[in-house]
């Protein structure tokens, strides 16, 4: 074979994309157990793309081609920059999107328990006197049972543990999600969504696509539902830039937002407005997790809440006559008795707020506490 031969044959498309395909899948056998699978797979897959390209010899499928081994070894928001560029899109500049780090996703947490942390501390005192100056309480009926139990502030438990046990409770409920845990069918399910707009982002735990409906999930490690008090106002933020990230890429579809808490919240199926799942993580079951919402709207009346709440305040306290208590107390404590439930979901500011109108328009009566703090008591 002479040399202009040998020249021709090396430079065929053809030849160079099998040696392209060999070498890939040598390399790729030598590598698989000596390196991370994952980059061995993105390795021999854009090797075979490039070997299917240059067989192809064709403009468009080199095209094509670049598009493909960047899907494979980068992220979203590479795609979506080279996408402006190509079609003058400026809006993606607008909203970009990829998938949050562990970094970004530790950060978002440490903020949320810290602010937490932050609202526990200003709940103020935890008391409830007798009226009558009553010492003795041992026939107090047993539905009471507690009431006088008021134990001394202590101090707030450590962050570094609530972090991680909140980040332990994430994994779960998005691994089970993440599994097929998720009752419908749907398109795609994105983990741990980051989105960029004017250098902020913002971390969305979870989205589920359907056909229609984008559902996006907000995973909090709670144990009372008032403090998901921010958090409704942080899923609407969160509603709001996802709706302008899907309204840039012409995608029409309903954003839902959901809330998902461990399964021993007292909860119910919905907070001001927003549908609440509970999660089982020892039988990574959900509760609530439902199709559709059409009972609920994502909104918040608060005149209509204020309502309902100087209406139980003002039945709790008639009821327990005999006794003087703090907001703190008739959260805690009012709350797990019969009738009054929902007084869990409605913060210790908002409850003092609201008995301080009422002390104004003259349907209570404030107390001073043995040490000298402020109680409420229905004026009879």
Do not use: C
Request: glycine letters at 4%; proline letters at 2%.
């Amino acid at each position: 074979m002479d040399t202009k031969a040998i020249i021709d044959l090396i430079s065929d498309t053809k030849v160079i994309a099998s040696l392209f395909a060999v070498v890939g899948l040598i390399t790729a056998a030598l590598l698989m157990f000596k390196s991370d699978r994952k980059l061995v797979t993105q390795l021999l897959g854009a090797i075979l793309v490039v070997a299917i390209s240059f067989s192809a010899h064709n403009a468009a499928v080199y095209t094509i081609s670049v598009f493909v081994i960047a899907t494979l070894v980068t992220e979203l928001q590479f795609l979506e920059t080279i996408a402006a560029l190509i079609w003058n899109r400026k809006e993606y500049w607008e909203y970009l999107s990829g998938k949050a780090s562990k970094e970004e996703i530790k950060a978002k947490v440490a903020a949320e328990v810290e602010a937490e942390l932050q609202r526990e501390s200003e709940s103020g005192i935890d008391e409830v006197e007798s009226v009558d100056d009553v010492d003795d309480v041992d026939d107090v009926d047993d539905e009471l049972s507690g009431l006088m139990d008021v134990k001394e502030a202590t101090s707030l438990q450590d962050k570094t543990l609530l972090v991680s046990n909140a980040l332990q409770f994430e994994d779960s409920v998005l691994g089970a999600l993440e599994k097929g845990n998720i009752p419908y069918p749907y398109s795609h399910f994105h983990k741990e969504f980051r989105i960029t707009s004017r250098g902020q982002n913002s971390v969305i735990d979870g989205i589920i696509e359907t056909k229609n409906i984008h559902y996006l999930i907000e995973v909090k490690n709670i144990t009372r539902p008032s403090s998901l008090v921010n958090t409704v106002h942080q899923v609407e933020a969160y509603k709001t830039i996802y709706e302008n990230y899907l309204r840039e890429r012409n995608i029409r579809a309903i954003v839902q937002p959901i809330i998902i808490v461990p399964e021993e919240v007292n909860i119910s199926k919905q907070f001001r407005g927003i549908p609440v799942v509970t999660y089982n993580p020892s039988s990574s079951e959900f509760t609530n997790l439902q199709k559709t919402y059409p009972e609920y709207e994502l909104h918040f009346i608060e005149k209509d809440s204020n309502t309902e709440l100087a209406s139980m305040l003002q039945n709790f306290l008639s009821k327990y006559s005999k006794w003087a208590f703090s907001p703190l107390r008739i959260q805690k404590w009012g709350s797990k008795q019969e009738g009054f439930k929902k007084l869990s979901f409605y913060t210790t500011y908002e409850i003092r707020k609201e008995l301080e109108k009422m002390l104004e328009k003259g349907f209570l009566e404030e107390r001073i506490s043995k040490k000298n703090n402020k109680l409420y008591r229905v004026k009879l």
